[in-house]
Nanobody
Framework: QVRLVESGGGLVQAGGSLRLSCAAP???????????MAWYRQTPGKERELVAS??????NYGDSVKGRFTISKDNRKRTIYLQMNSLKPEDTGVYYC??????????WGQGTQVTVSS
């Protein structure tokens, strides 16, 4: 069973930084490296939106976070990270880790709350 374990959310002032982590401890290495990992976020009244994704060395970012957020991965630890800098109040939401397999399956973490105060 695929399990994704997120950590690193919290409360931060606008302009501050946070780093989120998502570990996939039950995923074998070859599966972890051959599929896309991503971060999504959801805010009240809005649909879940893509924040950033990574596949191999290729990364993709949502327009609202480009230049401020960086996604990275450590294959040995089967973990991805989201470094969030210059945080804004509109970045507030629940951040979800996603593992998208090439067969179409999607797996989600439990979510971690990020709150940015103005």
């Amino acid at each position: 069973q695929v399990r994704l374990v997120e950590s690193g959310g919290g409360l931060v002032q606008a302009g501050g930084s946070l780093r989120l982590s998502c570990a996939a401890p039950t995923t074998i290495l070859s599966v972890f490296t051959s599929n896309t990992m991503a971060w999504y976020r959801q805010t009240p009244g809005k649909e879940r939106e893509l924040v950033a994704s990574i596949y191999g060395s290729d990364t993709n970012y949502g327009d609202s976070v480009k230049g401020r957020f960086t996604i990275s991965k450590d294959n040995r630890k089967r973990t991805i990270y989201l470094q969030m800098n210059s945080l804004k109040p509109e970045d507030t939401g629940v951040y979800y880790c996603n593992h998208h397999w090439q067969n179409g399956n999607d797996y989600w973490g439990q979510g971690t709350q990020v709150t940015v105060s103005s």
